[in-house]
């Protein structure tokens, strides 16, 4: 009875051996861990952060440009207030999801970059013909017209005449080098403007209606100095 009484009384040995074993997380290769944070990372987050910047500015120009002043202003302070909205949301919410992150900014530069496509041509001036004025072909409506640039840092006269239509220039330098441009309402720089060498000349045509223009050189205090006259176009 005693044998039976110390043998139920003993708790019976516990056979752990069929229990699975949790298995220990892999150790971090380190040659990768180098590569991500010594090469991958210090090259790619500035490379992208270039290019995000690069994107953002260049469509939001873009749109800028094509809602003239009014609307480049109203789009500039709905821009600030949404970015400050956007900030303080996601200040107030420490919880959020990087993935949640990811796809609201994913999703605003979606809609920049749709923006400036469809405000790309609309944001580029359309000009017509080249960038300077077109030489009239054909021969003068009257005699040409010389204008002397002297060493005295003025012209020959102050007072020259042409006949309307196509008048012929001839600028003729007495001593340095000079310049020759119209004022308003004439054709102004770049469209026309001379340039002669020292003791050379220069000749061009130019079509111009009746009315008086006033002719200078553009160096600085040349016309100051006197070399400016009118051109009465009869």
């Not at 080098?177 to 026309?192: E, I, Q, R, V």
């Not at 130019?206 to 009465?232: D, E, F």
């Amino acid at each position: 009875m005693a044998d039976e009484e110390a043998t139920t009384g003993t708790d019976a040995p516990t056979d752990t051996a069929d229990e699975p074993v949790a298995a220990l997380p892999a150790a971090p290769d380190p040659a990768r861990e180098v590569r991500w944070t010594r090469l991958i990372l210090p090259i790619g987050l500035p490379v992208l952060a270039a290019f995000m910047i690069a994107v953002f500015v260049l469509n939001v120009s873009r749109v800028f440009l094509a809602s003239g002043q009014t609307g480049a202003l109203v789009m500039a302070v709905t821009l600030i207030v949404v970015i400050l909205g956007g900030a303080a949301g996601i200040s107030a919410a420490p919880r959020l999801r990087t993935s949640s992150l990811v796809m609201m900014v994913s999703g605003l530069f979606v809609v920049l970059i749709s923006a400036g496509l469809v405000a790309g041509p609309v944001s580029v001036e359309k000009k017509k013909g080249g960038g300077g004025l077109a030489i009239p072909k054909g021969p003068p409506a009257g005699p040409a017209v010389e204008v002397d640039a002297l060493g005295t840092l003025k012209f020959q006269s102050t007072q020259f005449t042409a006949k309307a239509g196509i008048v012929q220039i001839n600028y003729v330098s007495k001593d340095g080098m000079h310049t020759l441009a119209f004022d308003p309402p004439g054709p102004t720089p770049p469209a026309f403007l001379l340039n002669v060498a020292a003791n050379g000349t220069v000749t061009r045509k130019v079509l111009l209606k009746p009315g008086n223009y006033t002719i200078y050189c553009t160096l600085p205090g040349h016309r100051a100095s006197g070399m400016v006259a009118t051109l009465t176009v009869q």
